[in-house]
């Protein structure tokens, strides 16, 4: 099984950044797509980016040109970095990875983050 552990999250003013992290870890996984979702009050859980193994990237149209997703499959953590931060970005965001056995690619699994608040003010 899988543990993820998220970082990064606090308070900054609009147009500031943050960086975002998540570290997956266990024993004999492999890991497919990761991303970041967010939730913000009163609104439904939305993908914000995502990117695939080999590299490839999708991102939420609010977000284009200001959020960019990587990942490093050494450390098995993907990050989100967000600049220029708008107050309604302020949300939770949750780290989420699709992952399967080493030495069993027969299932595969998502697991999800614990969350990691987001608040963009003044």
């Known amino acids: 099984q899988v543990q993820l552990a998220e970082s990064g999250g606090g308070l900054v003013q609009p147009g500031g950044s943050l960086r975002l992290s998540c570290a997956a870890s266990g024993s004999n996984l492999m890991f497919n797509d990761m991303g970041w979702y967010r939730q913000a009050p009163g609104k439904e859980r939305e993908l914000v980016a995502a990117?695939?193994?080999?590299?490839?990237?999708k991102y939420a149209d609010s977000v284009k040109g200001r959020f960019a997703v990587s990942r490093d499959n050494a450390k098995n953590t993907v990050y989100l970095q967000m600049k220029n931060l708008k107050p309604e970005d302020t949300a939770v965001y949750y780290c989420k990875v699709d992952w399967y056995y080493s030495d069993y690619d027969g299932l595969d699994f998502g697991a999800w983050g614990q969350g990691t608040q987001v608040t963009v003010s003044s």
């Open positions: 990117i695939t193994s080999d590299g490839s990237t």
